[in-house]
């Protein structure tokens, strides 16, 4: 299946300041990628929904200047964690779709991130 | 509203012991349905797509079917290592639109 791979997979910040997590897709092209959150014991919830060359678009109740997407290529995806907080600590999921009539949606493998 | 519902939220398992998970769907013009398979700590691993009521797709102990309303993941004799969370996800219409189902949460004991 297609590749999708994610960058860090976990990472430790001081409250206040911002972290960055990418996201590629490396052997195909995705028009389309989308960010998840998971909390422990819980499915995915979609935060967002990134397009290349376009805003991204929000899910309710995600904050927009507090998670900042950029789909700057058709192979990154990147999100801000912006002026993290403990409360922002979670895992969070990066999804990329193949695209076409019978497109499908791979995963990367998720990154870990905990605000002190 | 569209909704994707899973069953049981948790199964567990004798070694060798064969069971079925459900996913159950109401979208309009489903284009595609999907498996995952997700370990603590990872990210969705892919399993299978299905397109069409009556499709069946295999994957060594895995096989999963496809109705107009629900799709079933059978195990047949399941290994310790077959433990994770089982992910089933519609996509609808013509759009990118991916909808989760909650999981199923698989135990396998030696």
């Known amino acids: 299946g297609a590749v999708v791979s994610q960058h860090p997979s976990w990472v430790i910040c001081k409250s206040g300041t911002s972290v960055k997590i990418e996201c590629r897709s490396l052997d195909f092209q995705a028009t389309t990628m989308f960010w998840y959150r998971q909390f422990p014991k819980q499915s995915l919830m979609l935060m967002a929904t990134?397009?290349?060359?376009?805003?991204?678009?929000?899910e309710q109740g995600v904050e927009k200047d507090k998670f900042l997407i950029n789909h700057a290529s058709l192979t990154l995806s990147t999100l801000t964690v912006t002026s993290a907080h403990p409360e922002d600590s979670s895992f969070y999921i990066c999804?990329?779709?193949?695209?076409?009539?019978?497109?499908?949606?791979?995963f990367g493998e998720g990154s870990r991130l905990t605000v002190l | 509203e569209d909704q994707v519902t899973q069953s049981p939220e948790a199964l567990r398992l004798q070694e060798g012991e064969s069971s079925s998970l459900n996913c159950s769907y109401t979208?309009?013009?489903?284009?595609?349905l999907f498996w995952y398979r997700q370990d603590p700590g990872k990210g969705p691993e892919f399993l299978f797509t299905?397109?069409?009521a009556g499709e069946e797709k295999e994957k060594e102990r895995l096989k999963a079917t496809l109705t107009k309303k629900e799709s079933f993941l059978h195990i047949t004799a399941p290994k310790p290592e077959d433990s994770a969370t089982y992910l089933c996800?519609?996509?609808?219409?013509?759009?990118?639109?991916?909808?989760f189902g909650p999981g199923t949460r698989l135990s396998v004991l030696p």
């Open positions: 996800a519609v996509q609808e219409g013509y759009g990118q639109n991916f909808v």
């Open positions: 999804s990329a779709a193949t695209g076409g009539s019978t497109g499908e949606l791979f």
């Open positions: 299905l397109y069409s």
């Open positions: 990134s397009n290349e060359g376009s805003k991204a678009t929000y």
């Open positions: 979208v309009s013009g489903l284009r595609g």
